[in-house]
Nanobody, 122 residues
Framework: QVQLAESGGGLVQPGGSQSLSCVAS????????MGWYRQAPGKERELVAS???????YYEDSVKGRFTISRDNAKSTAYLQMNSLKPEDTAVYYC????????????????WGQGTQVTVSS
């Protein structure tokens, strides 16, 4: 059974930094694209950043220049480094991964972590 486990998060002051990690565990053939989403109270979940297996990245406009997504394929881990945090970054952050379970099938399955709270407040 494949699982995603997030770590990091917590309370940080405006202008501060926070780092999130997401580890994929279980049996699978290949970990493909990974991404970080967030959901603030009363708002829909939105994509913050994503990274392909070959390190092509995407950032939502409001986090460009402040957040950096990276991954370590050997460790099946994705990271999100968040700098210059603002109160509007407050949300539950979710890790997402597109995982190819079997070598004989090119189908990716969609997995989510349980979410981790990031609160930016003084």
């Amino acid at each position: 059974q494949v699982q995603l486990a997030e770590s990091g998060g917590g309370l940080v002051q405006p202008g501060g930094s926070q780092s999130l990690s997401c580890v994929a565990s279980g049996t699978f053939f290949r970990l493909n694209a990974m991404g970080w989403y967030r959901q603030a109270p009363g708002k829909e979940r939105e994509l913050v950043a994503s990274i392909t297996r070959s390190d092509i990245t995407y950032y939502e406009d409001s986090v460009k220049g402040r957040f950096t997504i990276s991954r370590d394929n050997a460790k099946s881990t994705a990271y999100l480094q968040m700098n210059s945090l603002k109160p509007e970054d407050t949300a539950v952050y979710y890790c997402n991964a597109q995982i190819r379970i079997y070598a004989y099938s090119t189908t990716n399955r969609d997995y989510w972590g349980q979410g981790t709270q990031v609160t930016v407040s003084s």
